[in-house]
């Protein structure tokens, strides 16, 4: 390793706090588009985008013989679904959301609600009696054990592991550029 003098190292480290800073909003940026397509790729793939999740439940009556397949008949729920990264003094923010306005163009959705968690949850989280309550988990984003509740059945809680796998590789990322 070559030697340098501390006037030379002072000079590779004097913008290595602004290219770190740029890396880690980026790596950031990346993670959040990240996520927003793993949770759509849940509807493709017909269950939780993550090792080992649990394949969703088939119907046992599907209600024409034209139906297309499971949270796919109209595709509102996956199209609702809409990501923000926000950069904090402290760190960013990622947040992954339906978006309710989205549901109003739905025809059979005439008062524009938005059963995204019930779907996510099961009909549990749905008022006791309705027809909502009988809707079994078909779950497409995180579910976080202390929001479970009383959910029956394979849930899979905390983030994708595929989020988690690309959270590690953005980590040589953030360091990228540095000097060594």
């Not at 940026?29 to 017909?46: G, N, P």
């Not at 968690?117 to 008022?127: C, D, E």
Request: proline residues 4%.
């Amino acid at each position: 390793m070559p030697k340098i003098t501390l006037q030379q190292m002072i000079r590779q480290w004097a913008g290595a706090a602004h290219k770190f800073e740029v890396n880690v909003t980026n790596a950031e940026a990346q993670l959040a588009r990240f996520a927003w397509e793993t949770f759509r790729k849940s509807f493709t793939l017909k269950k939780f985008n993550s090792k080992g999740a649990p394949a969703w439940r088939s119907l046992q009556n599907p209600p024409k013989p034209t139906h297309v397949g499971l949270l796919h008949e109209t595709g509102a729920l996956k199209d609702s679904l809409e990501y923000r990264f926000t950069r904090q003094s402290k760190g960013g923010e990622i947040k992954v959301w339906t978006d309710e306005k989205k549901f109003i163009r739905e025809n059979r959705n005439k008062q524009g609600q938005c059963f995204a968690a019930i779907h996510n949850n099961g009909g549990l989280t749905a008022t006791r009696g309705s027809k909502a309550s009988h809707i079994i988990q078909r779950q497409f984003m995180p579910v976080e054990k202390e929001d479970a509740g009383s959910l029956v059945g394979p849930t899979t809680y905390g983030d994708s592991s595929y989020m988690i796998d690309r959270l590690s590789k953005l980590h040589v990322q953030i360091f990228y550029g540095l000097p060594k």
